[in-house]
């Protein structure tokens, strides 16, 4: 067994694309070498990547493909024979096989007697079949843009490529793609080590090998000495922690080789600006991480992480260029607030007039009103649903809502609005439950954000999302396929979220149907979003989530609550017999519905049904009907299937004694309206029918 190394050296790649990519590359090549039969199933695979690399380091590849057998079936027998003697079709049969006819064999199957052969195909060198299949593999990883770089060529990638490494143990397997032929030379970091190529003699000691030339190619040994060189750097300011940002530490990991961190300051005259302000900033518009005080508060100064290492006077002269830089962007930022300040949020409701949501939408004026009139239904249902909402506050807060585009702060600095928004009504003394609102609007934009902190900005949100969906859906614009420009499917998770995480009591119908005419589009849309939501993000198992769905829900906290239920219950013994009874029960009803079967009514079942067993169950079910409705309709789903599960002993007698299809007509009538009855009385909670079991 050898270790097989690939490496391609590419121009610097967006941050953005790499985790992705790196992921892609692996499952590609661990797929592969699978298919090729040069690898176990459980072959170790290590994955790198960096600005200027992907690879993949797998461990346990054959030096060649073992020998394989195939079977071939020819012709049928009396096709390939006439009179004993081989016809044309034997014999071109046999060519195809490689064999003379004397080693055609006949097998019997379904259809009858036919010609068979068996192809034995030695196994290829594992670097011949590598480099025959892996440039295909390149060829097809997917990158949200990329481009061409040779004039005629029709190659497309994230980046030109540069280099391509790949060994098999040391030997160079001769992979060739986009120009560029592989051999076993890598580079190092691009100012630390140069423009001087790298030998690497071994796949094993990739690692080690570009360590000597200041590049760390595994992404989690680089994400580590981010963080321990942030906590390193911040010991040097007094009681200071810097502000914990996964998505930073992520960003700062894909963007460098070799990092290291410096800190910077900034005067404290630029704490007065709103911290979202300055954080915004840094973050996104500088890559800096925000210092903190104890308190929480911000403190002046921010780190920066460098890709390579520098001396102390380096150091100075890079600080003091950092510095500068986040002094201009304050200044900036300082300005427009100033600036917008001299227009309050309601002189800017006419502005927008000017500002398009969409072409065949409108403005943001037009989506506000649209909005404004969703909210108020919404807070008008929550409001009689027990629940305390300001709809005063409600309607300022969605007339305001989108003002704040026309600020010049959100044109600078697009990633704060809504924030802004909500910034400048506190600013204006709006109150807090319009400010608070306004500022969350646009929350949940993904299932790790936290939902609207207030049920006033809950309900702006969803107002807001559900007129984009249904609006969207009335242009014939809804996502097909991977496609969702308008990003339609997030939208939904947010409106399902919010549902589930708030204690707004209402149902995906009267989202819908607030927003307008398009609810028989948009329902079926939203409870798509909640079984991908029950599935995905509650980790649920498909068949408990189909059995729930069957039943349409309509409440989503109540759909969450049946889901758990069930997947409780699935584990006893009884409620497993039970689930298998039901999909029996089901079928035969269908199959007697697709026969044109006559079913009685309850009524007229009781009276023609004559054996013990199935007056037994008509009782128990009976009986059970009401109890089952009883804790359905108080939410304990626990107990109502427990309840369900205890008819077990009475299905179990009714199967095993009654012949449901009974040749005299009313006698058949009325068991199968019994089983119709049973199946529509207990499948409202779930149709235990989908739920997959051993029988």
Do not use: C
């Not at 304050?330 to 949020?345: G, K, M, S």
Request: no cysteine; aromatic share 6%; net charge negative.
């Amino acid at each position: 067994m050898a270790d097989f190394l690939f490496e391609l050296g590419l121009e610097e790649v967006p941050a953005r694309m790499l985790a992705d990519a790196e992921a892609e590359l692996l499952l590609r090549v661990r797929e592969m070498l699978g298919r090729e039969r040069l690898i176990a199933e459980d072959a170790a695979i290590e994955s790198f990547s960096t600005p200027r690399r992907l690879a993949v380091l797998v461990h346990g590849v054959a030096q060649q493909q073992p020998d394989a057998e195939e079977e071939l079936t020819g012709p049928p027998v009396k096709a390939a024979f006439k009179d004993g003697a081989p016809t044309a079709a034997a014999h071109a049969f046999a060519k195809k096989a490689g064999v003379a006819v004397e080693e055609l064999r006949t097998v019997t199957n379904a259809k009858g007697e036919y010609l068979a052969a068996t192809l034995k195909h030695a196994g290829k060198p594992a670097a011949d079949v590598i480099a025959a299949e892996l440039p295909r593999e390149i060829a097809a990883i997917y990158w949200a843009k990329n481009m061409y770089w040779r004039p005629g060529k029709p190659e497309r990638f994230v980046r030109p490529v540069q280099w391509i490494v790949a060994l098999l143990d040391e030997t160079v397997v001769p992979v060739e793609w986009a120009g560029r032929a592989a051999g076993n030379l890598t580079y190092g970091h691009r100012v630390l080590h140069g423009a001087e190529p790298v030998r690497i003699a071994q796949p094993a000691g990739y690692g080690e090998t570009l360590r000597s030339a200041s590049v760390l190619a595994n992404v989690e040994e680089r994400r580590h000495r981010i963080r321990k060189a942030l906590d390193h750097v911040t010991r040097t300011v007094p009681n200071a922690r810097w502000r914990e940002d996964h998505a930073l530490v992520d960003k700062t990991t894909h963007l460098t080789e070799w990092p290291s961190v410096i800190l910077g300051s900034f005067e404290p005259e630029y704490l007065a600006l709103p911290e979202e302000v300055l954080v915004t900033v840094m973050r996104d518009h500088q890559n800096y991480f925000a210092l903190e005080g104890t308190d929480g508060k911000l403190l002046p100064h921010f780190l920066a992480v460098l890709n390579t290492e520098v001396s102390e006077r380096a150091q100075s002269i890079i600080r003091h260029g950092n510095e500068r830089v986040i002094r201009a962007r304050f200044n900036d930022a300082r300005f427009f607030y100033e600036f917008d300040q001299r227009t309050p949020l309601q002189d800017r409701v006419a502005l927008l007039d000017k500002v398009t949501f969409q072409r065949d939408l409108g403005s943001y004026a037009a989506k506000t009103e649209r909005v404004r009139a969703v909210a108020t239904k919404l807070g008008a249902l929550a409001k009689s649903g027990g629940k305390t909402i300001d709809l005063g506050a409600l309607d300022t807060a969605a007339q305001l809502s989108k003002t704040d585009l026309t600020s010049e702060l959100v044109k600078e600095f697009t990633e704060l609005q809504g924030v802004v928004g909500g910034l400048y009504a506190r600013a204006q003394g709006l109150g807090e439950p319009v400010a608070m609102a306004i500022y969350d609007q646009y929350l949940p934009a993904s299932m790790e954000d936290e939902i609207p902190r207030t049920l006033e900005g809950v309900l702006l949100s969803m107002a807001d999302k559900a007129d984009t969906i249904g609006g969207m859906f009335g242009l014939g614009l809804q996502p097909t396929g991977s496609k969702d420009p308008f990003a339609l499917r997030r939208a939904a998770n947010g409106v399902i979220k919010m549902l589930a995480e708030s204690t707004l009591p209402l149902t995906l119908t009267q989202v819908v149907e607030a927003a307008g005419p398009n609810a028989a589009a948009t329902l079926p849309f939203l409870r798509e979003r909640l079984e991908w939501y029950l599935r995905e993000v509650r980790g649920a198992a498909y068949d408990v989530v189909n059995a729930v769905m069957a039943t349409a829900p309509d409440d989503v906290r109540d759909a969450m609550n049946r889901v758990d239920a069930v997947s409780s219950a699935r584990q006893t013994e009884d409620f497993a017999a039970i689930s298998a009874a039901f999909k029996r029960m089901r079928n035969i009803v269908e199959q007697a519905q697709q026969k044109g079967e006559r079913f009685a009514s309850p009524e007229d079942a009781a009276a023609a049904l004559s054996h013990d067993a199935e007056k037994q169950l008509a009782l128990e079910a009976e009986t059970r009907a009401a109890q089952v409705e009883m804790e359905r309709s108080q939410g304990n789903y626990d107990g109502a299937l427990r309840s369900i599960a205890e008819m077990r002993p009475a299905v179990d007698a009714f199967f095993d004694k009654v012949m449901v299809m009974a040749p005299e007509p009313e006698l058949r009538a009325a068991r199968l309206g019994l089983l119709r009855q049973i199946v529509a009385e207990f499948t409202r909670i779930a149709d235990f029918s989908q739920i997959v079991t051993g029988a």
